[in-house]
């Protein structure tokens, strides 16, 4: 079954997004909430519907509730929460599968408005990359040894290969965060917003994983946002919807076209996940969104500024804004589809697509800011 | 009580041939007595079409970089900064990749495609781990016939 434009985000919310913080992970879950309500024009007794996906996905998590993760049932007590008729938390999920899940609910009527939430903490002691497991149990037996699963190894060993393949280099991989850099500026959630990055700055970056460095990596935060999803009859007067045109999982990238009934050539602008830098290049390579050549000539001619042709990551990215996750690429199409995106409004953003996750693991969900339907105009 | 910090393999009956290869000097993967294909990380089934005649061979020891990443975060606490690790497919099936540590002198002379041998190392732990190292003879040279055979196992 696809969306089409039955199903839409009402509103959004984002607590702050800081390094550390002293207030807890539940705490900022609620802000989170609470502004997405009032953004949708909702009340708590409306939410029957829940979708999360409260994996903390560093090496160094001490995966713990109310810790460094949060599930529904805690955000149940929190925000006091009743009458749920249709919860999920996504196990290792991205806010991109958040949103097909909320969709599918709605589309099978199991309820009416789907909250939807994902936090994410940078706790004090715990070292964030290191883990402190003494056993590295099934598959990991064969990588963590190594440190292959380590501050994104395997990520940057592909990058690795893409730059010998394709002749990129790491003024080219700058290119990618002084462009997260530029777009952060007009972000004032973003924890990089207004701090530009020279080269020499860049190539002077502590070595993480190479090719990457200290600034290819996007920043721990404590952060959390929510969404709240209805179908299209059920939009609060007030609201400003997106509609869900379309999505898809890891198994069939491709599908978030054919649902949607869109293709490469309709899309306006992208928020892909840059949890690396390298890692932007994947679909718009993959998906043949640059014609003219590999995915870091793209960036670096320019054609993924806010004045390019295919604008990139307009709130800065994780690599700008703060490692949500995904969330924040989700929250930013939600924002620019909608035309509620401020003073980093893009003139021409009917069409968003959203991607979360590696390059083995994405997601995918397309916002447009008008119904679609199959066959013709809504009825 | 072990000597480092370094995570143990969690060893299981699927995974056992493994380690027990390792340590004495050999690299051991998984094919299925059924469809033939290798696969890994080892399984009580082929993945391919899920037999359960899971067998295990002794392999060269000879493989390819596919690549490489110079990790400079301590995996665990008391590791050795920066470590190099590679992603090495096996001779006998390239479509394949495994992460292992290399050993090489810096990363200048390496590329993706370069032939390596394949040597073991223990640790503190007494485990037996697979080390990478370039073959000696082609070391630094780009191997522009390995090209056309690997373009069929990309991604």
Same mark, same amino acid.
């Given at each position: 079954?696809?969306?089409?434009?039955?199903?839409?985000?009402?509103?959004?919310?984002?607590?702050?997004?800081?390094?550390?913080?002293?207030?807890?992970?539940?705490?900022?879950?609620?802000?989170?909430?609470?502004?997405?309500? !009032?953004?949708?024009?909702?009340?708590?007794?409306?939410?029957?519907?829940?979708?999360?996906?409260?994996?903390?996905?560093?090496?160094?998590?001490?995966?713990?509730?109310?810790?460094?993760?949060?599930?529904?049932?805690?955000?149940?007590?929190?925000?006091?929460?009743?009458?749920?008729?249709?919860?999920?938390?996504?196990?290792?999920?991205?806010?991109?599968?958040?949103?097909?899940?909320?969709?599918?609910?709605?589309?099978?009527?199991?309820?009416?408005?789907?909250?939807?939430?994902?936090?994410?903490?940078?706790?004090?002691?715990?070292?964030?990359?290191?883990?402190?497991? @003494?056993?590295?149990?099934?598959?990991?037996?064969?990588?963590? @040894?190594?440190?292959?699963?380590?501050?994104?190894?395997?990520?940057?060993?592909?990058?690795?290969?893409?730059?010998?393949?394709?002749?990129?280099?790491?003024?080219?991989?700058?290119?990618?965060?002084?462009?997260?850099?530029?777009?952060?500026?007009?972000? @004032?959630?973003?924890?990089?917003?207004?701090?530009? /990055?020279?080269?020499?700055?860049? /190539?002077?970056?502590? @070595?993480?994983?190479?090719?990457?460095? /200290?600034?290819?990596?996007?920043? $721990?935060?404590?952060?959390?946002?929510?969404?709240?999803?209805?179908?299209?009859?059920?939009?609060?007067? !007030?609201?400003? $919807?997106?509609?869900?045109?379309?999505?898809?999982?890891?198994?069939? $990238?491709?599908?978030?076209?054919?649902?949607?009934?869109?293709?490469?050539?309709?899309?306006?602008?992208?928020?892909?996940?840059?949890?690396?830098?390298?890692?932007?290049?994947?679909?718009?390579?993959?998906?043949?969104?640059?014609?003219?050549?590999?995915?870091?000539?793209?960036?670096r001619d320019g054609h993924a500024d806010r004045d390019g042709r295919l604008p990139l990551n307009t709130f800065g990215g994780s690599l700008g804004e703060g490692r949500l996750h995904g969330i924040g690429h989700l929250r930013e199409a939600y924002l620019q589809v909608a035309g509620k995106a401020g003073a980093r409004q893009l003139r021409t953003a009917e069409t968003c697509l959203v991607q979360n996750g590696p390059y083995d693991g994405s997601s995918f969900v397309m916002l447009c800011s008008e119904p679609r339907f199959q066959g013709g105009r809504p009825g | 009580m072990a000597a480092s910090a370094r995570p143990e393999p969690g060893v299981t009956a699927e995974t056992a041939p493994f380690w027990d290869g390792t340590a004495r000097g050999v690299l051991c993967l998984p094919h299925c007595g059924l469809c033939g294909t290798t696969f890994f990380p080892p399984a009580a089934r082929c993945p391919h079409c899920l037999s359960s005649r899971v067998a295990w061979k002794d392999c060269s020891g000879r493989g390819y970089l596919r690549s490489w990443t110079e990790l400079h975060v301590a995996p665990y606490s008391g590791s050795p900064k920066p470590v190099l690790v590679a992603e090495i497919e096996p001779g006998e099936s390239r479509s394949l990749a495994l992460a292992m540590l290399m050993e090489a002198n810096g990363t200048e002379s390496l590329v993706p495609g370069a032939p390596i041998v394949i040597g073991f190392a223990a640790d503190a732990n007494g485990w037996t781990y697979p080390v990478a190292r370039l073959l000696p003879e082609t070391s630094g040279t780009s191997d522009a016939s390995l090209a056309g055979e690997r373009a069929g196992h990309d991604r």
């Open positions: 079954m696809t969306a089409r434009g039955a199903i839409a985000i009402a509103g959004f919310g984002s607590s702050q997004i800081v390094r550390r913080s002293q207030r807890s992970i539940t705490s900022l879950a609620v802000d989170a909430i609470l502004e997405a309500l !009032t953004d949708a024009g909702l009340t708590r007794e409306d939410i029957d519907g829940y979708v999360g996906a409260p994996w903390a996905t560093h090496a160094g998590a001490v995966h713990a509730e109310g810790a460094d993760e949060i599930s529904c049932k805690t955000i149940v007590r929190a925000f006091g929460l009743s009458g749920l008729t249709f919860w999920a938390d996504l196990y290792r999920g991205y806010a991109t599968d958040m949103a097909a899940m909320g969709a599918q609910a709605l589309l099978a009527g199991s309820c009416r408005y789907v909250l939807g939430v994902r936090a994410l903490f940078n706790l004090e002691g715990p070292s964030y990359a290191t883990s402190s497991a @003494p056993v590295a149990y099934g598959d990991d037996q064969f990588v963590k @040894p190594y440190g292959y699963s380590t501050a994104g190894a395997r990520f940057a060993a592909r990058a690795r290969r893409y730059m010998a393949e394709t002749g990129a280099t790491r003024e080219d991989l700058y290119a990618v965060v002084a462009l997260a850099r530029r777009h952060a500026v007009l972000n @004032p959630h973003a924890v990089w917003a207004g701090k530009f /990055l020279s080269l020499d700055d860049y /190539l002077a970056g502590a @070595p993480i994983a190479t090719p990457h460095g /200290l600034y290819d990596c996007d920043m $721990p935060v404590c952060g959390a946002a929510a969404f709240v999803m209805c179908r299209r009859e059920d939009l609060p007067d !007030t609201a400003s $919807p997106a509609y869900v045109a379309g999505w898809s999982g890891f198994q069939n $990238p491709e599908a978030v076209f054919t649902s949607s009934g869109l293709g490469v050539a309709d899309v306006t602008c992208c928020q892909l996940y840059d949890g690396f830098s390298s890692m932007v290049y994947e679909w718009l390579d993959g998906f043949g969104f640059c014609t003219s050549g590999p995915a870091w000539k793209f960036i | -």
